[in-house]
Structures are given as structure tokens and as C-alpha cells.
């Protein structure tokens, strides 16, 4: 099976610690059965030059807003807006099959506000959420619904 694709932004590098530890609890579980697929990570910053993306790939995507509250007066993203852009780049949204959010659940309705406005935007599903970095728990959860979303769609 071929490693599940996931590109991320990390402003705090809360959404980085996670995709590390997922990546490590993915090669675990490669370890105990073959059959079951690595993760293959890539980080989009400021820096990243643009690519067309030939392979389907989820993104995970943490939320920072600067002004409106994104239910009833408005949102202004704030600093993930290179993923939302490196995702319409070309055709790279037709490979997006998946958005993972974050946030802080203090914020209430904002809690993933970024990656549902991204599955909105791109037509993709919500697959899972973690708060902040996440706990060890989030860890298979989020890895067994990215198997999942894979099988699903036969890839």
C-alpha cells in the first residue's frame, strides 16, 4: 500500500508535533502488519515553492483568525492562508481527498473553523479534529480514519 500523503501547516508548531507523532504511530503500525500504509509528510510554509500534486493527499490544517467571529460577522484567516493557496494552485485541489483540523476548543464555534472553511472551498470531506497537539489517543483515531478514507475511495 502505497504511504498516506498529508500536507500541513504549522504556525506554532503544534500541528507539526502531531504529524510527527502520527507519522511514528503509522510506522508502528506498518511494523505489525504490513498492509497497513506509512505516513509520507510534507510541511507548506512561505518558503515552499508550488507544485502540482500528482498524488491524492490530506491536509491538516490548524485555525488562526485575526477579526469576525466566522459564524455571523465575518472571519479573517490568519497566517494558514499559503496552504488554502498551495491547495489552489492548479488542479493540486482535485487530489485533496481529506481536511484534519486543529484548534483550541476555548474558542467554541471557531474550534476547526480553517478546515471546515477548506472543506467547503475544496469540496472535501472533514475526516477528524484534534485539540492543540493533540493526545496519544487522537493518535490512532485520526490514523484509523485516514486508512479508512483511503479504503474507501479503493486507493
Known amino acids: 500500500m502505497d504511504p498516506i500523503r498529508i500536507l500541513f501547516i504549522s504556525i506554532e508548531g503544534n500541528t507539526r508535533n502531531f504529524v510527527e507523532h502520527l507519522t511514528h ?10 498492509g497497513l500504509p506509512e505516513i509520507e ?5 512561505e518558503q515552499t515553492d508550488f507544485a502540482d500534486e500528482a498524488k491524492p493527499f490530506f491536509c491538516f490544517v490548524p485555525t488562526y483568525l485575526d477579526g ?3 459564524i455571523d460577522n465575518g472571519v479573517k484567516e ?24 486543529s484548534g483550541n476548543k476555548n474558542f467554541n464555534e471557531q474550534y476547526c ?8 472551498k475544496f469540496d472535501a470531506p472533514f475526516i477528524d479534529d484534534y485539540e492543540l497537539r493533540g493526545v496519544p489517543a487522537d493518535e490512532p483515531r485520526v490514523y484509523k480514519k485516514l486508512v479508512e478514507r483511503l479504503q474507501f475511495l479503493d486507493l
Open 25 to 34: 504511530y503509522a510506522f508502528a503500525q506498518h511494523l505489525k502488519n504490513k
Open 41 to 45: 509528510a510534507t510541511e507548506i510554509s
Open 68 to 70: 469576525g467571529n466566522g
Open 78 to 101: 490568519l497566517m494558514t492562508n499559503v496552504m488554502g493557496e498551495y491547495i489552489d494552485y492548479h488542479d493540486n485541489a482535485k487530489q485533496l481527498i481529506g481536511v484534519v483540523g
Open 113 to 120: 473553523l480553517t478546515a471546515r472553511r477548506y472543506c467547503q
